[in-house]
């Protein structure tokens, strides 16, 4: 059975993507894991690939082009001041154009 090791901030959904060219592979991903598809991952663990079905197309794109998708965003930290539309107050920091 083949493997694929996570690098810096690769999640199941970015492996889908890199080695079926599809989302829908992060269900039989997760399954063949023993994981679930909002798992926290590590870099250097080791997934299972499996066989199920491709998108050859952007798989192909994926692999010709070395592209390694990592979209994991959860080890960055919060932003220091408090930003976004919870935080604004309309006429001063957020305006109605």
């Known amino acids: ?57 952007i798989f192909n794109f994926y692999k010709k082009n070395q592209i390694k998708p990592a979209t994991d965003n959860s080890q960055i930290s919060e932003l220091s001041e408090n930003v976004g539309i919870g935080y604004m107050i309309i006429g001063t920091n957020f305006r109605i154009g």
Do not use: H, P, R
């Not at 199941?12 to 060219?21: N, S, T």
């Not at 599809?22 to 894991?33: E, G, H, K, P, R």
């Not at 798992?39 to 080791?46: I, L, N």
């Open 1 to 57: 059975m083949n493997k694929v090791i996570l690098l810096n901030n690769q999640n199941l959904l970015d492996i889908a993507i890199q080695e079926y060219g599809t989302v829908a592979a992060v269900f039989d991903l997760a399954l063949s894991n023993s994981l679930s598809i909002t798992d926290a991952t590590e870099v250097g663990k080791q997934i299972s690939l499996i066989n199920t079905t491709k998108d050859v197309e």
